[in-house]
C-alpha cells in the first residue's frame, strides 16, 4: 500500500516537474517574418527614392546641357542680327588682304549660319559665324586653287534690298530660307530661296548684284 502511495505521488511529481519545464508561450514566428518583411519593403522603397532623385538629377542635367549649348542657334530669319555687310566686315578684320568670293546665310543643322569664303594669294579661307553675334564658329584655310573673282563691299550692301524685293513680290506667306552671293563667269550673282512651310511651296530667285536685274525664277 505504501509503496502504491510512494509510486502515485512519484509520478504526479514527474507530471508538475514536467509541466514546469514546458514554455507558457512559444515564440511566434510568422511576427518574425512579418517583421523582416516589412523591413525588406522598406529598404525597397528606400531604394526606389534613391534611383528615382539619381534619375531626375540626371534628366535635369540634361535638360541644362541642352539649354547651354542651344543658346546661340537661331532657327528664325527673322530673329537673325548680324546683316551681311557685318559678316563681311569680319571676314575681312580676320584675313586682312584678302577677297571674297563668296557669302551664304542658310540652315545647318536646323540652324542659320553665315559661311564666308575668300582668298589671297597663297590661300583659301572659310569662316563659319553665328548670325547672332558673329562669333566664329569654324574656320578653315587651305592652299589657293583656281577662283572665280571678288565680291565688294557695295555689292554685299545691295543684299538686303534684292531680299526685301523678293519677300514683297511673293507675299507675307513666304520665308526667306537661305540666300548666296558668289561670282559665277565673271558676273556677281544673288541666289535667293524663299518657302511656304505651309503649303510646302517655295521660290528661287537669281539677281545680277551689279544691275539689281531679276535673271532667272523658279517656281
Given at each position: 500500500?505504501?509503496k ?7 509520478i ?15 515564440p ?26 539619381a534619375d531626375?538629377e540626371?534628366i ?17 530669319y ?17 584675313y586682312?588682304g584678302a ?12 540652324s542659320?549660319?553665315y559661311?564666308v ?5 597663297t590661300?583659301?579661307?572659310?569662316l563659319?559665324l553665328?548670325?547672332?553675334n558673329g ?12 577662283v ?31 540666300w ?7 558676273n556677281t ?19 545680277n548684284?551689279?544691275t ?8
Open positions: 500500500m505504501f502504491k502511495k510512494w509510486v502515485i505521488s512519484l504526479l511529481v514527474l507530471v508538475l516537474a514536467l509541466s514546469a519545464c514546458t514554455p507558457k508561450n512559444a511566434n514566428d510568422n511576427n518574425s517574418t512579418d517583421q523582416g518583411t516589412t523591413g525588406d519593403t522598406t529598404n525597397t522603397n528606400d531604394n526606389n527614392g534613391n534611383n528615382n532623385n531626375q540626371n535635369d542635367e540634361e535638360n541644362n546641357n541642352q539649354n547651354s549649348n542651344t543658346g546661340n542657334t537661331i532657327a528664325s527673322e530673329d537673325i542680327k548680324l546683316n551681311a555687310e557685318e559678316a563681311f566686315d569680319i571676314f575681312i578684320k580676320k586682312p577677297k571674297v568670293e563668296k557669302i551664304e546665310l542658310s540652315l545647318d543643322d536646323g542659320y549660319f559661311k569664303e575668300g582668298y589671297d594669294d590661300k583659301e579661307y572659310d563659319k553665328e548670325p547672332e562669333n566664329i564658329v569654324n574656320e578653315e584655310q587651305n592652299d589657293r586653287g583656281d572665280e573673282g571678288e565680291i565688294t563691299s557695295e555689292d554685299v550692301k545691295k543684299v538686303h534690298d534684292l531680299i526685301g524685293k523678293a519677300k514683297k513680290e511673293v507675299g507675307k506667306d513666304y520665308i526667306v530660307d537661305e548666296t552671293l558668289e561670282v559665277e563667269n565673271g550673282i544673288l541666289d535667293i530661296e524663299v518657302v511656304d512651310r505651309t503649303n510646302n511651296k517655295d521660290m528661287e530667285y537669281r539677281y548684284i551689279k539689281g536685274e531679276l535673271m532667272e525664277k523658279d517656281q
